[in-house]
């Protein structure tokens, strides 16, 4: 090798490795920029809602709705909890795990319908969304029919109602990130998952989804919806109408470290241990948003990473509204619909359930 072409190697190795310090150094200040904008912290403190233990082996996600927190538990044989706010937290447990006709293969996800005691399992496996009557299950009775069946052959991760009868899915699509789906099946894709370059938008958009993954999350009215994604700093803000979903808003501050891995079978795009997660959970009201965030990686924090105790609260606009701090780390929350309470499983050794006052 000629002197050359050797100082030639050596002005690419180091142009790269200035080239990725300016991006870690662009994407420091973007969020720094970004948190300097909340100008109104508040400290919340904590209270115990229950007496007894809630045995929880995985849950994922948490919904307030007719009064009541719903948990989505998924490593547990009862999918599901109910916990009567109104009822001195009177509590159930259903939702058996199963093949048989009032049972459920994979939740993917939980979401409100239009009536307020309504809720929308979607079985991922077997391609159905299936009604949770609140009121039946408060009188223990059994029963979760078949709202909408999937007759696609896309694989929808999420899906969720919208007030316009027609469904928003998330998946790992190839046509792009988010669906939409009429009464009559006929289904239409939107956007695509982040990138952070050309090299990356090369990546299938569905294999750069697995990276993407995240929470989403609607108003009260069904017309607004929120995806933040778990490992970058990164939300959308979107509306739906009849037959479109229009981006409102997007934030990036930043992207996730990953590589994919893809066979005939399967594929996968694990996130790097040294990547710092970011909004690990969120949840949406009619006139808020809120992000639960992080900022620690999996290897210096292990499992501790996926809690938090900051909660940044804007407007459908996107707009700053105020900084929560919680006096405990929290996994999962959900808020009420006037914005009042805000309840939360907090790891206290064992996960326990606890409401903050938001003043």
Same mark, same amino acid.
């Given at each position: 090798?000629?002197?050359?072409?050797?100082?030639?190697?050596?002005?690419?190795?180091?142009?790269?490795?200035?080239?990725?310090? +300016?991006?870690?150094?662009?994407?420091?200040?973007?969020?720094?920029?970004?948190?300097?904008?909340?100008?109104?912290?508040?400290?919340?403190?904590?209270?115990?809602?229950?007496?007894?233990?809630?045995?929880?082996?995985?849950?994922?996600?948490?919904? !307030?709705?007719?009064?009541?927190?719903?948990?989505?538990?998924?490593?547990?044989?009862?999918?599901?909890?109910?916990?009567?706010?109104?009822?001195?937290?009177?509590?159930?447990?259903?939702?058996?795990?199963?093949?048989?006709?009032?049972?459920?293969?994979?939740?993917?996800?939980?979401?409100?319908?239009?009536?307020?005691?309504?809720?929308?399992?979607?079985?991922?496996?077997?391609?159905?969304?299936?009604?949770?009557?609140?009121?039946?299950?408060?009188?223990?009775?059994?029963?979760?029919?078949?709202?909408?069946?999937?007759?696609?052959?896309?694989?929808?991760?999420?899906?969720?109602?919208?007030?316009?009868?027609? !469904?928003?899915?998330?998946?790992?699509?190839?046509?792009?990130?988010?669906?939409?789906?009429?009464?009559?099946?006929?289904?239409?894709?939107?956007?695509?998952?982040?990138?952070?370059?050309?090299?990356?938008?090369?990546? +299938?958009?569905?294999?750069?989804?697995?990276?993407?993954?995240?929470?989403?999350?609607?108003?009260?009215?069904?017309?607004?919806?929120?995806? /933040?994604?778990?490992?970058?700093?990164?939300?959308?803000?979107?509306?739906?109408?009849?037959?479109?979903?229009?981006?409102? !808003?997007?934030?990036?501050?930043?992207?996730?470290?990953?590589?994919?891995?893809?066979?005939?079978?399967?594929? +996968? /795009?694990?996130?790097?241990?040294?990547?710092?997660?970011?909004?690990? +959970?969120?949840?949406?009201?009619?006139?808020?948003? !809120?992000?639960?965030?992080?900022?620690?990686?999996?290897?210096?924090?292990?499992?501790?990473?996926?809690?938090?105790?900051?909660?940044?609260?804007?407007?459908?606009?996107?707009?700053?509204?105020?900084?929560?701090?919680?006096?405990?780390?929290?996994?999962?929350?959900?808020?009420?619909?006037?914005?009042?309470?805000?309840?939360?499983?907090?790891?206290?050794?064992?996960?326990?359930?606890?409401?903050?006052?938001?003043?």
């Amino acid at each position: 090798m000629t002197r050359i072409q050797t100082f030639g190697r050596c002005y690419l190795l180091l142009a790269f490795s200035v080239l990725l310090t +300016s991006c870690g150094q662009s994407e420091r200040r973007k969020w720094e920029d970004w948190e300097r904008s909340f100008t109104i912290a508040r400290e919340l403190k904590s209270v115990s809602c229950m007496d007894e233990e809630l045995i929880l082996g995985g849950p994922v996600q948490m919904l !307030y709705a007719d009064s009541s927190l719903f948990i989505h538990d998924a490593k547990t044989e009862n999918l599901f909890w109910l916990i009567d706010l109104a009822d001195q937290c009177k509590t159930y447990r259903f939702g058996k795990r199963g093949n048989a006709g009032n049972e459920f293969l994979q939740i993917g996800s939980v979401c409100k319908m239009n009536n307020d005691s309504v809720l929308g399992a979607w079985d991922s496996y077997r391609r159905e969304l299936r009604e949770i009557n609140l009121g039946q299950v408060k009188r223990w009775e059994e029963g979760y029919p078949v709202i909408m069946k999937d007759t696609t052959s896309k694989f929808r991760m999420k899906l969720y109602a919208t007030r316009c009868d027609n !469904y928003l899915g998330l998946g790992f699509y190839e046509e792009g990130m988010l669906s939409l789906s009429g009464p009559t099946q006929q289904t239409s894709y939107f956007f695509e998952y982040p990138y952070r370059d050309q090299h990356e938008r090369m990546t +299938s958009n569905r294999l750069r989804g697995m990276a993407y993954q995240g929470t989403v999350c609607s108003n009260k009215s069904h017309d607004k919806f929120l995806y /933040a994604i778990d490992s970058a700093p990164i939300f959308m803000l979107f509306s739906v109408s009849d037959n479109q979903i229009n981006k409102t !808003y997007e934030w990036i501050g930043g992207y996730p470290t990953y590589r994919t891995e893809e066979t005939a079978n399967s594929f +996968s /795009a694990p996130i790097s241990a040294d990547n710092k997660m970011s909004f690990i +959970s969120a949840y949406a009201t009619e006139r808020y948003i !809120y992000l639960l965030y992080s900022g620690k990686s999996f290897r210096e924090a292990q499992m501790k990473a996926f809690e938090a105790d900051v909660i940044y609260r804007l407007s459908w606009d996107g707009e700053p509204v105020d900084k929560l701090f919680l006096d405990t780390s929290i996994t999962l929350f959900c808020v009420s619909d006037d914005d009042k309470n805000l309840y939360a499983l907090a790891n206290k050794g064992e996960l326990e359930l606890v409401k903050c006052i938001i003043n």
